[in-house]
């Protein structure tokens, strides 16, 4: 009798024992199994002759996928070391990162490829057979001698017109369809699109080279415009010379991933490129990620939760803007794709190369230590692309009309007569912030959320940004029934209804979440920039990454203030990142560019260092003010929260939760529940622990003590809680 | 204290732009200059005031119509401009035109 240990998605630290009925599932296979009155896919973890349950208690599994690939061990032993890190039940966390259809009940194969190969008969006969004159013929006869099966696709890279040649070779009898079943590897083609590199380029190439293929972290700080994709692409170029290796290669957003899909199949047109994000449909990302895993795929782009795809044959990853926010998971497993991309690599041996231009202040810490190898590209790969000239308006003086000061307008003015395109930059969707009675001063409130709501005009709706809330505009102020309530601030519907009136020439195009909801939005929105049918951009940070507009030479940012004095201590260090990244938005071809910011503190050292685009000042000072107050990364974190529809049972389970950590803090600080800056959040009341340690070891001795008397606690089940290690947000 | 109620006749000085509340109501700003005698003390006098007004919804729409110089002869109620401010502004809830200028 053999028991089969399963992982199931069930918020419980344990797996699960079943009875095997004789089907020989293997580890990293799937089975269907009963679970209370449901039935669950569950991963099969180990075989084991016995368990610690009463044999009449034991179920045997309904179904075992035996057919299908099992997990690989490294992907297992990867979501094993996140689970214990992360403090996260491994069920859920191995069940969470796999692709939706594989959660499912049924099997899961790749869509069977059909492909061309030589008969034995053609084998034997050889090319001599066929007639000279038929000399489309003989080099298909060529292609198909030098690999084993063509598809379609690889025959129409060879010659257009192969179809009538191929038929009468089929017809007689020396090539035939067949169904391919081992993956196809096909040599990487030269490159019809390689870019020389400068020398930095070049250097910060032959530095990973020559460290050779085993786990280096490297760090790649590049400022905007300096070519890392370049510099990707030509350590890509090198490491998958080897035949079969892959690539793991991470992006921030969805919302790049088009552009450098087509930048890697422009330049890789003889591999197999996997894409992997969120919004793609399940069939596709299942097949993503088989194809990744049986080694088809040779490179996989992807967003934060490819980096669990499993790789036959790991050579490199790559983390593009390492430091963007979006790589941490903000439920479920709080993970960090960056994080668990280099624990990665260093369960694999292999490199990885962390690009950015504003590196996150935990890897310059790290690359400041040596512990991160730093390679600097100091100039723009266009080498007549001179670096942007950033300058502050100072709002006190030059007060802004409807949120534009004139200066900015004027600078405006003068691109639209030279025929350049400018972008207006503000981080806040929406017609306005607020909704006031100027008569009494309500504001209209979320129910849900200790937020504001937000004024969409147009569609005469107010919207919550936090929980979705939407309602109508009131006619009247519920408090004091004055009718004549006032939106007061700025957001981007009504900055390009003000940009609309004063520069009346203009084509304006707005770009934000709620412009952009179409699907193709984005592309066609690339393209009419690139063709020259805006001259005015108004958008959010949507516009901040990644886009390469060459015409583009002003860019004016308005409203920054609140985030120099959030609470939040990585404010400043997302602000400067965030400025770096939009004011590269300008002058990124011959002509110069400009960026101008409105602010009513432009002596503050953020802008000076902007001034100078001088991040590594800045990130140093950063760090001097961390070390100070011992902040990460000079120390290490972990957050409890907790939240529920009433304030009480909050409480309760914080207070015990605090009460059980005094017994083992001996090396941790455990400071006392506060709420956080959102005490209520989508109809839930909040609040939260925040715990320190001088080093990663302790602070994880300490959770493994912890957490799980968390989870026995009886007031755990009245609320909703979670363990954020490393949290980025408070 | 439910009185709030003040009859004005005066020439229309300014007319602001039609303008919506965010859910629509239109609303417009106008001034009136009043010049008429009293009796004050048992005796009579003269009086010149500028009052500020705002009208809303069907009563905008009107409003819309005057240009400086008519006349109009107005109802309305009180309140101060907003929450911290000490001016007044006449709220017109009737709206009479005397006479086109």
């Not at chain 1, 194969?109 to 001599?128: D, K, Q, S, W, Y």
């Not at chain 1, 200790?450 to 569609?459: D, F, G, T, Y």
């Not at chain 1, 070390?627 to 304030?647: G, I, Q, V």
């Not at chain 1, 909040?686 to 959770?703: G, Y």
């Amino acid at each position: 009798m053999t028991i089969l240990r399963v992982a199931l998605d069930v918020p419980l630290a344990r797996l699960f024992d079943y009875l095997d009925t004789g089907s020989g599932v293997q580890p990293g296979q799937r089975v269907l199994v009963p679970f209370g009155r449901r039935q669950m896919i569950g991963i099969v973890m180990g075989r084991h002759a016995s368990s610690d349950m009463p044999d009449a208690k034991l179920k045997p599994i309904d179904r075992a996928f035996v057919d299908e690939n099992p997990l690989p061990a490294p992907t297992l032993k990867l979501l094993k070391f996140c689970s214990d890190y992360y403090h996260y039940p491994f069920g859920q966390t191995l069940l969470g990162v796999l692709p939706p259809r594989l959660r499912e009940g049924e099997p899961a194969a790749l869509p069977v490829n059909m492909g061309f190969r030589l008969t034995p008969l053609a084998m034997t006969e050889g090319i001599e057979s066929v007639p000279k004159r038929a000399a489309l013929q003989r080099t298909l006869f060529e292609a198909l001698q030098q690999s084993p099966i063509l598809t379609q696709a690889m025959l129409t890279r060879i010659t257009p017109g192969w179809r009538p040649a191929l038929k009468q070779m089929i017809a007689k009898g020396w090539v035939e369809h067949v169904a391919i079943t081992a993956p196809l590897s096909s040599p990487i083609a030269p490159s019809p699109a390689t870019q020389m590199l400068n020398s930095e380029q070049q250097q910060a190439l032959q530095n990973m080279l020559d460290a050779g293929p085993d786990f280096n972290v490297w760090l790649l700080y590049g400022i905007t415009g300096s070519g890392k994709t370049e510099v990707y692409m030509h350590l890509l170029e090198a490491m998958l010379q080897t035949p079969e290796r892959q690539a793991l290669v991470l992006v921030p957003e969805i919302n790049l991933t088009p552009q450098l899909e087509s930048r890697f199949r422009a330049r890789f047109p003889g591999l197999s490129i996997v894409m992997l994000h969120s919004q793609m449909n399940e069939s596709e990302r299942l097949h993503g990620w088989l194809r990744a895993q049986n080694g088809e795929a040779r490179i996989v782009i992807g967003t934060r939760l490819s980096v669990f795809t499993p790789l036959k044959n790991p050579a490199v990853i790559i983390v593009d803007e390492e430091h963007d926010s979006s790589y941490k998971q903000q439920d479920g497993m709080r993970y960090s794709a960056r994080d668990v991309a280099i624990m990665r690599s260093k369960m694999a041996n292999i490199p990885v190369l962390l690009g950015s231009a504003t590196p996150s202040l935990e890897s310059w810490h790290n690359a400041q230590e040596g512990r991160y190898r730093l390679l600097t590209l100091s100039q723009r790969a266009v080498s007549s692309a001179a670096l942007p000239d950033i300058h502050t308006i100072d709002t006190r003086i030059v007060r802004p009309e409807d949120g534009v000061s004139d200066v900015l307008l004027k600078s405006m003015e003068s691109r639209l007569e030279r025929g350049e395109q400018s972008l207006l930059f503000i981080n806040r969707r929406g017609y306005s912030p607020v909704l006031l009675c100027s008569a009494c001063a309500w504001v209209a409130p979320c129910t849900r959320c200790s937020a504001r709501l937000v004024v969409h005009l147009r569609q005469r709706r107010l919207r919550c940004h936090h929980c979705g809330h939407e309602q109508r505009i009131p006619p009247q102020c519920p408090s004091c029934g004055n009718p004549d309530l006032h939106p007061t601030g700025h957001g981007t519907q009504r900055l390009e209804e003000v940009l609309a009136q004063r520069l009346p020439n203009a084509r304006i195009l707005r770009v934000d979440r709620d412009s952009m909801r179409r699907k193709h939005a984005i592309k066609e929105m690339t393209a009419q920039v690139h063709a020259n049918e805006v001259d005015i951009l108004v958008g959010t940070q949507m516009l901040a990454k990644g886009h390469d507009f060459p015409n583009l030479t002003l860019v004016g940012v308005i409203d920054t203030d609140s985030a120099l004095f959030s609470p939040d201590f990585r404010a400043a260090e997302r602000l400067f990142a965030q400025l770096m990244q939009v004011a590269g938005r300008a002058g990124r071809a011959e002509k110069p560019g400009v960026v101008l910011i409105q602010t009513n503190f432009p002596d503050h050292p953020l802008f000076h260092a902007l001034h100078r685009h001088d991040f590594a000042e800045f990130a140093n000072s950063l760090l001097d003010e961390r070390r100070m107050a011992h902040f990460p990364p000079y120390c290490h974190e972990a957050l409890l929260r907790a939240e529920a529809t009433d304030y009480a049972p909050v409480r309760a389970f914080m207070g015990k939760a605090q009460g059980l950590a005094r017994d083992f803090s001996q090396h941790v600080t455990v400071y006392d529940p506060v709420r956080p800056q959102m005490e209520r959040l989508k109809g839930m009341e909040r609040e939260q622990v925040l715990i320190q340690a001088d080093t990663r070891k302790s602070l994880q001795q300490f959770l493994q003590a912890w957490v799980p008397l968390l989870r026995d606690l009886p007031q755990a089940n009245k609320v909703r809680w979670s363990i954020d290690v490393d949290p980025s947000e408070y | 204290m439910n009185s709030n109620r003040l009859v004005l006749t005066g020439e229309v000085t300014e007319v602001a732009e039609l303008r919506y509340t965010p859910a629509g109501i239109p609303v417009i700003s106008l001034t009136l200059k009043h010049a008429s005698r009293q009796i004050e003390a048992g005796m009579q006098r003269k009086v010149e005031c500028e009052v500020p007004a705002i009208a809303m919804a069907k009563l905008a729409e009107k409003a819309k119509g005057l240009k400086a110089g008519d006349i109009a002869e107005v109802a309305g109620f009180l309140a101060k401009r907003s929450l911290n401010s000490r001016q007044l502004i006449l709220h017109i809830n009737e709206l009479e035109i005397i006479e086109k200028g």
